[in-house]
T-cell receptor
Framework: AQSVTQLGSHVSVSEGALVLLRCNYSSSVPPYLFWYVQYPNQGLQLLLKYTTGATLVKGINGFEAEFKKSETSFHLTKPSAHMSDAAEYFCAALLSGGYNKLIFGAGTRLAVHP | NAGVMQNPRHLVRRRGQEARLRCSPMKGHSHVYWYRQLPEEGLKFMVYLQKENIIDESGMPKERFSAEFPKEGPSILRIQQVVRGDSAAYFC?????????????FGPGTRLLVL
């Protein structure tokens, strides 16, 4: 079955440190890929998405992600973490023949400490 | 420019009651999606609707759950005879078109608690 896997349900970094959140997908055909952020008791906000073209995608709040077909990955990075980045992050894929159905990973909760 | 609106934001029901969740898509959007988020889990797709049509309901439980998106008014997710396992956050999303790469914009969710 097609799926999205996020390695690490909890990630903790120091303020100013690199943020790396991992996402892998399983699909024979490269899907469209998305990263969403969810703050407590709120809905999901789109950070960035990859559809076609450039494999390095820049999003809001200084985040970026790189699509690597050979590794079936779409890891999210930010060079310098800020306290306001503390939230839950979801990787999602739109898979072939999926009728616009987003397949979500289980999420990674990011903690940022001083 | 209002985003996706959902109401109520919180809903408490006793076992056996009905729950009705409403979703108003972004202005100009005619595609609506419902997702369910169980505690400590990611979102799971339930149903995709266009105006007056159900396009994909592959994620909907076979019993007690139904969804509609009438010509006028919001989309409704209806859960009959709720059970404790229905307690979850229900998110609605909308998109402008049907292309796969269209961004889905999410509402704030309805948090259902079944006592």
């Amino acid at each position: 079955a097609q799926s999205v896997t996020q390695l690490g349900s909890h990630v903790s970094v120091s303020e100013g440190a690199l943020v790396l959140l991992r996402c892998n997908y399983s699909s024979s055909v490269p899907p469209y890929l998305f990263w969403y952020v969810q703050y407590p008791n709120q809905g999901l906000q789109l950070l960035l998405k990859y559809t076609t073209g450039a494999t390095l995608v820049k999003g809001i709040n200084g985040f970026e992600a790189e699509f690597k077909k050979s590794e079936t990955s779409f890891h999210l990075t930010k060079p310098s973490a800020h306290m306001s980045d503390a939230a839950e992050y979801f990787c999602a894929a739109l898979l072939s023949g999926g009728y616009n159905k987003l397949i979500f990973g289980a999420g990674t909760r990011l903690a940022v400490h001083p | 420019n209002a985003g996706v609106m959902q109401n109520p934001r919180h809903l408490v029901r006793r076992r056996g009651q009905e729950a009705r969740l409403r979703c108003s898509p972004m202005k100009g959007h005619s595609h609506v999606y419902w997702y369910r988020q169980l505690p400590e889990e990611g979102l799971k797709f339930m149903v995709y609707l266009q105006k007056e049509n159900i396009i994909d309901e592959s994620g909907m439980p076979k019993e007690r759950f139904s969804a509609e998106f009438p010509k006028e008014g919001p989309s409704i997710l209806r859960i009959q005879q709720v059970v404790r396992g229905d307690s979850a956050a229900y998110f609605c999303a909308s998109s402008l078109g049907a292309r796969a790469q269209e961004t889905q914009y999410f509402g704030p969710g309805t948090r259902l608690l079944v006592l």
